[in-house]
Protein backbone atom coordinates (compact mmCIF):
# COMPACT_ATOMS: atom_id res chain seq x y z
CA UNK A 1 0.00 0.00 0.00
CA UNK A 2 3.23 2.11 1.06
CA UNK A 3 4.96 1.39 -2.25
CA UNK A 4 1.23 2.37 -4.64
CA UNK A 5 1.20 5.56 -2.58
CA UNK A 6 4.64 6.75 -3.59
CA UNK A 7 4.26 5.73 -6.68
CA UNK A 8 0.81 6.94 -7.89
CA UNK A 9 2.15 10.80 -6.32
CA UNK A 10 5.50 10.03 -7.72
CA UNK A 11 4.27 9.93 -11.57
CA UNK A 12 1.39 12.51 -11.13
CA UNK A 13 4.60 14.92 -9.81
CA UNK A 14 6.38 13.67 -12.79
CA UNK A 15 3.55 14.78 -15.15
CA UNK A 16 2.97 18.06 -13.74
CA UNK A 17 6.99 18.71 -13.41
CA UNK A 18 7.94 21.44 -15.61
CA UNK A 19 11.09 20.04 -15.75
CA UNK A 20 11.90 18.37 -19.10
CA UNK A 21 14.41 16.06 -17.41
CA UNK A 22 13.58 12.32 -16.48
CA UNK A 23 14.79 12.68 -12.76
CA UNK A 24 11.33 13.90 -11.13
CA UNK A 25 9.94 10.15 -10.85
CA UNK A 26 12.52 9.32 -9.22
CA UNK A 27 13.90 12.37 -7.27
CA UNK A 28 9.86 11.99 -5.62
CA UNK A 29 9.78 8.44 -4.85
CA UNK A 30 13.54 9.01 -3.16
CA UNK A 31 12.37 11.61 -1.14
CA UNK A 32 8.80 9.91 -0.28
CA UNK A 33 10.64 6.74 0.43
CA UNK A 34 12.92 8.45 2.68
CA UNK A 35 10.29 10.02 4.45
CA UNK A 36 8.92 6.63 5.21
CA UNK A 37 12.70 5.49 6.49
CA UNK A 38 12.82 8.15 8.57
CA UNK A 39 9.19 8.00 10.16
CA UNK A 40 10.09 4.28 10.21
CA UNK A 41 13.13 4.94 12.58
CA UNK A 42 11.62 6.93 14.56
CA UNK A 43 9.16 4.79 15.67
CA UNK A 44 11.56 1.81 16.35
CA UNK A 45 13.60 3.92 18.12
CA UNK A 46 10.23 5.19 20.23
CA UNK A 47 9.44 1.15 20.70
CA UNK A 48 12.51 0.61 22.12
CA UNK A 49 11.92 3.03 24.96
CA UNK A 50 14.77 5.95 23.88
CA UNK A 51 12.15 8.27 25.62
CA UNK A 52 11.04 6.95 28.21
CA UNK A 53 13.77 8.46 30.92
CA UNK A 54 12.62 12.12 29.23
CA UNK A 55 9.43 11.05 29.43
CA UNK A 56 10.05 10.36 33.38
CA UNK A 57 12.13 13.75 34.11
CA UNK A 58 9.12 15.36 32.34
CA UNK A 59 6.45 13.93 34.16
CA UNK A 60 8.72 14.26 37.78
CA UNK A 61 9.36 17.89 37.10
CA UNK A 62 5.67 18.59 36.19
CA UNK A 63 4.93 16.75 39.53
CA UNK A 64 6.98 19.13 41.39
CA UNK A 65 5.51 22.23 40.09
CA UNK A 66 2.23 21.41 40.70
CA UNK A 67 2.95 20.34 44.37
CA UNK A 68 4.77 23.86 44.82
CA UNK A 69 1.70 25.46 43.59
CA UNK A 70 -0.65 23.52 45.52
CA UNK A 71 -2.69 21.89 43.29
CA UNK A 72 -1.40 18.27 43.74
CA UNK A 73 -1.18 15.83 46.68
CA UNK A 74 1.56 12.84 47.19
CA UNK A 75 -0.87 10.18 45.92
CA UNK A 76 0.14 10.31 42.39
CA UNK A 77 4.02 8.56 42.59
CA UNK A 78 5.32 7.91 39.67
CA UNK A 79 8.38 5.00 39.56
CA UNK A 80 11.23 4.85 36.79
CA UNK A 81 10.16 1.24 36.84
CA UNK A 82 7.07 2.11 35.18
CA UNK A 83 8.50 4.65 32.54
CA UNK A 84 11.66 2.14 31.78
CA UNK A 85 10.07 -0.81 31.53
CA UNK A 86 7.02 0.41 29.24
CA UNK A 87 6.84 -1.16 25.93
CA UNK A 88 5.27 0.73 23.10
CA UNK A 89 4.20 -0.91 19.85
CA UNK A 90 2.86 0.92 16.28
CA UNK A 91 1.81 -1.50 13.83
CA UNK A 92 3.53 0.18 10.72
CA UNK A 93 6.98 0.53 12.22
CA UNK A 94 8.47 -2.56 10.16
CA UNK A 95 6.70 -1.55 7.12
CA UNK A 96 7.67 1.67 7.16
CA UNK A 97 11.47 0.32 7.24
CA UNK A 98 11.31 -2.12 4.44
CA UNK A 99 9.00 -0.01 2.33
CA UNK A 100 10.83 3.67 2.53
CA UNK A 101 14.27 1.10 2.80
CA UNK A 102 13.40 -0.58 -0.71
CA UNK A 103 11.81 2.62 -2.33
CA UNK A 104 15.22 4.86 -1.73
CA UNK A 105 17.93 2.40 -2.31
CA UNK A 106 15.95 1.11 -5.53
CA UNK A 107 15.99 5.08 -7.07
CA UNK A 108 19.58 4.83 -5.84
CA UNK A 109 20.53 2.15 -8.07
CA UNK A 110 18.23 3.18 -10.74
CA UNK A 111 19.91 6.82 -10.99
CA UNK A 112 23.23 5.21 -10.77
CA UNK A 113 22.22 3.01 -13.96
CA UNK A 114 20.54 5.79 -15.81
CA UNK A 115 23.57 8.01 -15.70
Keep these: MLLAIDLLISFFYDIISKNSNNFAFINCAFIIGMFYFLAGSLCYVWEKGFFNITLFSFK ?34 SNLLSCGGFISSLCIMISFLYI
Design 60 to 93: KINNEIQKRKGLLTDDDNVTLEDYVYRKNKFFLT
